[in-house]
């Protein structure tokens, strides 16, 4: 099959819709599948250009298989309204004019976030006749709304009117939880085009292993108990939260928390960490693919971490399954939702209630005084790996867009007859 693909974060950056559409890719390549991934250049999430990449107009690269195509945009960083919706928008019309004179494929697919990538996909599948799926990966604009980004408004209702209009006209949509597709459903889009397909782990990428030495002694970690959060530092994830517990931490030298990424609170983080002097915070700069497991090696347990806002029930953290094949307990600090029933399902890692210090902190001694514990936890979140896995959760993808384009194709048939 023939599949072109809109994204506008992909590899090298490291988010979690840049790693989900590559690894997926991967395999569909593997399979023997044809795919074209139109995205940017590498600038996410600090709104600079990654080392040695330019901004160009059209740009081609082969990686492992996948056919990528990289189209100029406004380049903006992951903070702010204004810039960042014209970052999103220039990406929409570039990405669709490249598309345009892209060797005809049977499905076009596009991801969000961002939404605006969506929109591109519908345009550029309705411009060409091709069907088109959206993999919905975050509910936006409520998403947006959710972290106080942007108020309810005209614009805002606007945008929702062209959300039920994508999934309506959609060929189907992929779901990256149930919640969503419920969602969905309960707004009046047909049960019957959507399909759940969750993220996952790449098995062979992720594996126990010793801790990383070089890592430990360059940040002071070697005979420390490690909380480790891995990935986007955003308006999304109340950071601050472990600011306030690891104050309450201050009297346990032993205990630390190693915030590792970037985004739009980092520097505020940070700022508040050295005026507080929190020495059991610790800030790794962002890390390439990579170097991952290296990073991870460097924890006792993974923190998944979000705002106490009730759409955040309804998202499964790509890095909780990362931690998993990692063979790390998780201490889960959300909305009770879909991903903490995961949680509870594998008993892997402990859940409390998001934005409260004293439930992390008190957690975070629990874990830490309790080996027997987090072995168990540990045991049984490496146990729950196999059952998420990306391959798997690829090739479901793959009958998604293949449902879409046999649809299309018997409609085309029907016309003929």
Not at 256 to 265: H, I, M, S, T, Y
Not at 403 to 417: F, L, N, P, S, W
């Amino acid at each position: 099959m023939k599949i072109l693909f809109l994204t506008e974060n992909f590899p090298p950056e490291t988010n979690a819709a840049a790693t989900r559409v590559y690894e997926r890719a991967l395999y569909w390549v593997k399979d023997g599948h044809q795919v074209t991934i139109i995205t940017s250049a590498p600038n996410f999430p600090q709104g600079k250009l990654h080392d040695g990449w330019q901004n160009r107009w059209h740009q081609v690269e082969m990686r492992e298989g996948i056919r990528v195509v990289r189209v100029k945009t406004y380049i903006a960083a992951n903070r702010g309204t204004t810039r960042r919706t014209l970052d999103f928008v220039s990406f929409m019309i570039t990405a669709v004019s490249a598309g345009l004179f892209e060797r005809r494929p049977e499905v076009i697919a596009a991801t969000s976030p961002q939404f605006f990538a969506a929109v591109g996909g519908w345009m550029l599948g309705a411009l060409r006749r091709i069907p088109f799926v959206f993999e919905l990966g975050d509910l936006w604009p409520a998403s947006i709304v959710a972290v106080g980004a942007m108020r309810p408004s005209l614009a805002l209702r606007m945008l929702e009117k062209l959300e039920l209009f994508l999934y309506r006209r959609s060929a189907r949509v992929a779901a990256l939880t149930n919640a969503f597709r419920k969602n969905l459903v309960d707004r009046g889009i047909d049960a019957a085009k959507i399909d759940v397909v969750i993220n996952g782990v790449d098995l062979w990428r992720y594996a126990p292993q010793q801790r990383d030495r070089q890592l430990a002694d360059q940040w002071q970690l070697t005979d420390k108990f490690v909380l480790g959060y891995v990935g986007t530092h955003g308006m999304a994830h109340g950071l601050t939260n472990v600011l306030d517990a690891a104050e309450l931490l201050q009297d346990r030298h032993d205990i630390r928390f190693v915030l590792v990424g970037d985004g739009a609170e980092r520097a505020a983080l940070i700022e508040r960490a050295n005026a507080q002097n929190l020495k059991n915070v610790v800030f790794l700069p962002p890390q390439p693919k990579d170097m991952m497991p290296k990073i991870w090696s460097l924890c006792d347990v993974a923190l998944v971490h979000l705002k106490n806002t009730p759409a955040f029930a309804e998202v499964i953290p790509s890095k909780m399954f990362e931690a998993m094949g990692m063979g790390l307990p998780l201490l889960m600090a959300l909305p009770a939702g879909e991903a903490s029933a995961i949680l509870t399902a594998e008993n892997a890692g402990l859940h409390i209630p998001p934005e409260d210090p004293t439930a992390l902190a008190d957690a975070a001694k629990r874990l830490c005084d309790d080996p027997l514990l987090r072995d168990r936890l540990r045991q049984n979140s490496l146990a729950a790996a196999p059952r998420h896995s990306r391959e798997t959760q690829a090739r479901q993808m793959i009958d998604v867009l293949a449902a879409a384009a046999r649809r299309t194709a018997r409609t085309a048939q029907g016309d003929v007859k």
